[in-house]
């Protein structure tokens, strides 16, 4: 079935850093990708998305590029804040209901990003 | 503002009790998703509508677990009886027909002792 990889945090880094977050993911046919990020205490927000193979989706500084040769979307940001601590979702959604199959958001297991100033 | 908005945020319970849990989608929305989220496994996609009919509950035990939408403007998440195990942050999200975006609600927090 469908599924998403991502690094294991947490991720520590100093402010100003660069930032990458790397995904991957396995579906059977050309998903949606998405990043989602999860603030302590709230439910997730979408960062930003890509739904076709090299689109790149843009937000607050961080960008990551649907890669279809290597399936992945990782996501990156020049420049980080303290403000940018959270937790990092990256997700996939393809619609099964024209090939059978499960359907639904499938979610990474998430990446604590902890920035220090 | 458009929202998801979920009830009760928080919820203690003991076990052996009923859950209810309860999300209203966006206005327009017709998929909604329920997920757990614990910090062992992730976030777990529990059960899934569109258009109110149930696409996919697979990822939620049968035999105490149920999810319903009596109406478009809301959802019902229900554990009977309820275990220890079970306790969790149990988020509900909305999005339009090819969910170009999934809204997510601020969830409810469940602790059964």
């Known amino acids: 079935g469908d599924s998403v990889t991502q690094m294991e945090g947490p991720v520590t880094l100093s402010e100003e850093a660069f930032l990458t977050i790397n995904c991957t993911y396995t579906?059977?046919?050309?998903?949606?990708l998405f990043w989602y990020v999860q603030y302590p205490g709230e439910g997730l927000q979408l960062l930003l998305k890509?739904?076709?193979?090299?689109d790149k989706g843009s937000n607050k500084g961080f960008e990551a590029t649907y890669r279809k040769e290597t399936t992945s979307f990782h996501l990156e940001k020049g420049s980080v804040q303290v403000s940018d601590s959270a937790v990092y979702f990256c997700?996939?959604?393809?619609?099964?209901?024209?090939?059978?199959?499960?359907?639904?958001?499938?979610f990474g297991k998430g990446t604590h990003l902890i920035i220090q100033p | 503002d458009a929202r998801v908005t979920q009830t009760p945020r928080h919820k203690v319970t003991e076990m052996g009790q009923e859950v209810t849990m309860r999300c209203q989608p966006i206005?327009?929305?017709?998929?909604v998703f329920w997920y757990r989220q614990t910090m062992m496994q992730g976030l777990e996609l529990l059960a899934y509508?569109?258009?109110?009919?149930?696409?996919?509950d697979s990822g939620m035990p049968k035999d105490r677990f149920s999810a319903e939408m009596p109406d478009a403007t809301l959802a019902t998440l229900k554990i009977q009886p309820s275990e220890p195990r079970d306790s969790a942050v149990y988020f509900c999200?909305?999005?339009?027909?090819?969910?170009?975006?999934?809204?997510f609600g601020q969830g409810t927090r469940l602790t059964v002792v």
């Open positions: 999200a909305s999005g339009s027909n090819w969910v170009t975006e999934a809204f």
């Open positions: 890509a739904t076709k193979a090299d």
């Open positions: 579906a059977t046919g050309y998903p949606s």
């Open positions: 509508f569109r258009n109110r009919a149930p696409l996919d």
């Open positions: 206005l327009g929305h017709n998929t």
């Open positions: 997700a996939l959604y393809y619609n099964h209901l024209s090939g059978g199959g499960a359907d639904g958001l499938t």
